[in-house]
């Protein structure tokens, strides 16, 4: 049986948010601020419902946090979801990270209430930057932006819209253009916006867990119940949006195998660690690797290969260490053919299954 759907507004979304609180389904929400501009947000827990409104919910699905940031990066550098009950609104790799450092009791999921995205991708924040600075444009005039299947689309407060298509330069993170688990089963609600017209500022909420179902009836919101054709160009999207990730996953990862230079790329690395602060499921509180390379008593190729072995059987595809490696190395291309082979192979997807042992664990 398909999920009943709703459609909400931003200010639906801040009431869903303070009705968590307000109810004590959580205590605090990961929410996030805009630092020095627009596309660059920075994680902030909340507590107080009155700072739920300024939550930046069309600026974390296009752009997502900035940097090395990620939802899921937040939750367990914090350590917050320890011993506190928290919301995070969080993309489905960032739960499937969740997921992983689940296995590894570095969080507490009964404390984790996830309201996972169903998303295109992210725009990356370099891409961003040098994008802002051509056109000129007054960021403090964008009360929304969207990201539909060929177009990011800025809606300004009169009412005006700027639609820039995308390209090969502005473009969606690599990574995401090779991603085919665009959402997760088990977040209570996911939310984004298949199937709604760019031009309005409307969500689809979809309840998965009882809990989030429960709460879609103590709002009072059956009446935004989203009609038979919202639904289907809802599920022609996703459906689409995977059909052609997926073609592109195997013919970008079947070039890169093919490629017999492709470790040549790996010397470029210079060892300077942002691939693993980028990393949620890079867990040392101090990295042993980079404190060698930066003391250049190792190779910085030993340094990449020694980390595909600590993290490749639990890589959940986030892409993040590609968005931020300074020399561009492509680390997603790699661990996107390494969770291919253990699918393939074992049967294995990190971050998918509470249940399912750590591959190196499971022998
Ligand atoms: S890797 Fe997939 S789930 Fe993660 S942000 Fe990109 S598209 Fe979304
Ligand atoms: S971010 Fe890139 S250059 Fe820096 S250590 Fe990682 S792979 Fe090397
Ligand atoms: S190795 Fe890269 S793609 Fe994999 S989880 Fe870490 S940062 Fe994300």
Redesign the pocket.
């Known amino acids: 049986m398909s999920l009943t759907r709703y459609i909400i507004t931003k200010a639906d979304f801040t009431q869903l948010l303070t009705h968590l609180i307000d109810r004590k389904y959580v205590s605090e929400i990961l929410s996030g601020k805009e630092k020095r501009n627009r596309y660059a947000i920075v994680p902030e827990f909340v507590s107080d419902p009155k700072e739920l409104e300024n939550f930046p919910l069309s600026q974390l699905l296009t752009y997502g946090y900035a940097r090395t940031d990620s939802a899921s990066n937040t939750i367990l550098h914090s350590k917050k979801a320890l011993d506190t009950t928290v919301a995070v609104v969080a993309r489905a ?1 960032d739960i499937r ?1 969740m997921v992983e450092l689940d296995k590894k009791n570095q969080l507490n999921w009964e404390n984790l209430f996830l309201i996972g995205f169903h998303d295109l991708g992210y725009i990356p924040n370099a891409v961003l930057k040098k994008w802002f600075k051509k056109e000129e444009i007054d960021e403090s005039t964008i009360v929304n932006e969207r990201l539909t299947e060929k177009e990011f689309v800025l809606t300004f407060s009169d009412g005006s819209m700027k639609k820039e298509p995308l390209s090969k330069t502005f473009n969606i993170a690599s ?1 995401c253009s090779r991603c085919i688990e665009k959402s997760h089963p088990l977040a209570d609600f996911l939310l984004g916006n298949y199937g709604v017209p760019e031009n309005d500022e409307t969500y689809v909420l979809t309840p998965q867990s009882d809990r989030a179902k429960k709460i879609i009836k103590e709002l009072n919101w059956e009446n935004k119940a989203a009609d038979e054709k919202t639904n289907e160009k809802y599920e022609k999207t996703a459906q689409n949006v995977i059909e052609n990730c997926s073609i592109k996953r195997e013919s970008d990862l079947d070039e890169f195998l093919n490629n017999e230079d492709r470790f040549s790329l790996l010397t470029k690395c210079t060892g300077c660690g942002i ?1 693993v602060k ?5 867990f040392c509180v101090v990295c042993n690797l980079t404190a060698q390379v930066k003391a250049k008593t190792m190779d910085p190729v030993m340094f990449i290969t020694t980390r595909f072995t600590h ?1 490749g059987d639990t ?8 968005t931020n490696c300074p020399m561009h190395i492509p ?2 291309l790699v ?1 996107q053919s390494l969770r291919r082979k253990f699918k393939k192979e074992r049967g294995y997807a990190a971050g998918a299954d509470r249940n399912q042992k750590v591959l190196h664990l499971d022998v």
Do not use: Y
């Open positions: 790799c990270a990574n691939c980028s990393c949620p499921v890079c993290v890589c959940v595809e986030c892409g993040r260490c590609t680390l997603d661990f």
